[in-house]
């Protein structure tokens, strides 16, 4: 593992739980003097400022904010990319990289090559696998990557410096770092993170649709709580996060729907066996995952 080198000054653009918590990490560590937020909300500046998330606040994207930062951390959802990229871009320093915390990796490489392609040597897409159903600097929290998996998916222009230096300020927050291709990054992350937050939301839809769906509210417990929990998740983020990687997610939709009428047809058969067999078989793939972990 290689060291992180000491930074002067940071930019956050999003000021949430992501990006808050790797500069909360990072302040504490010794590793960035100074940190400037970014947010349209300045309700949400001021909540990062008492919080000392950050340390000087913007509500836009400017010279004063952006041109004397070293490193400048994109924790917007995906589908401001291109919006944000846009706006940096006259004001960026020649020597600041550019880096992005979303998770669909083949959208941010698209934003860095058509809105910031003088600089797109110095633009790193990375994705920490981290996160919560909170929202906003209030969220931000100390510790949220420790043990946590870090991706990064080069695009084939970035300087080694920089993604080595990337890598590094990860490694010192507690990350595991791996580097990947985006499509397949983007592949994996719709199967296993995308596509359980659209069923969440589902299964929600689905009680609260029902005729009786207030009364199914009234004695729902732990199972219920347990499923649905990532459906508290902030929809703008996840709207964004489906519709940027809506081909892999159409498929796996598909292969749900496959499931789900398996699963109807061994009810409407009466075949205790298999159906036995078929849960047996998911319980003894997520064991094997939890005991992996």
Known sequence: MTPATPLKQITLIGVGLIGGSFVLDLKRKGLVEKVTGIDINSENLERALERKVIDEAFTGIGAESVGEADLVV?????????????????????????????STKQSAIAAFRKYLPNHLPRCIAAHPIAGSDRSGALAAQFGLFQDKKLIVCPHGQEHSDGLEQVESLWQAVGAQTYRMPAAEHDAIFAAVSHLPHMLAYAYVHQIADHSNGETYFNFAASGFRDFTRIASSHPAIWTDICMANKNSLLDLLEGQQRQLADLHKLLEEGDAVALYRYFAEAKQARDNWQASQ
């Open 74 to 102: 994109i924790a917007t959802p995906v589908a401001t990319l291109p919006a944000v990229c846009t706006a940096l871009a006259p004001v960026l320093n020649s020597r600041t990289l550019v880096t992005d915390a979303g």
